[in-house]
């Protein structure tokens, strides 16, 4: 994903080389995050063909460049998920949803500011019986 700081501002005065993490932090960089999560699902039955479902998930990620927010390298990820679940054949399923995300590094390294994310999930599943 795309990321620049917007205002410099953020980097305070009071931070060791704030000229230079100022210059750095406003210039458009590319950024990724890479995580594996383990989640629990909850399905609540509305009819006969479609579920409200909300997941909870956790994990462990890595971010591959630094930022104003958040140090390069490991961080956790936290993620609550709702959405709805329709069986479309025989055990196939489609599930639309949106996702509240975090991600930190648990003060670990600095800065530990986190990102907040706010999604959109689309998916499918096969359940296997």
């Not at 890595?62 to 927010?69: F, G, Y």
Request: proline share 2%; hydrophobic share 35%; net charge negative.
């Amino acid at each position: 994903m795309n990321h620049q700081l917007l205002n410099e501002q953020f980097v305070t005065p009071d931070e060791e080389n704030y000229q230079d993490k100022r210059t750095e932090f406003t210039k458009e960089k590319i950024m990724n995050l890479y995580a594996l999560e383990f989640g629990f699902a909850v399905k609540k039955q509305i009819t006969a063909k479609l579920d409200f479902q909300t997941t909870l998930s956790l994990g462990f990620s890595v971010i591959d460049k630094r930022t104003e927010r958040l140090a390069k390298g490991f961080t956790f990820i936290e993620n609550l998920s709702f959405g709805f679940s329709h069986e479309t054949f025989s055990n196939s399923f489609i599930y639309l949803g949106t996702n509240f995300g975090h991600v930190s590094n648990l003060n670990f390294q600095k800065p530990n500011n986190g990102y907040n994310i706010l999604g959109l999930e689309v998916g499918y599943s096969y359940a296997l019986n």
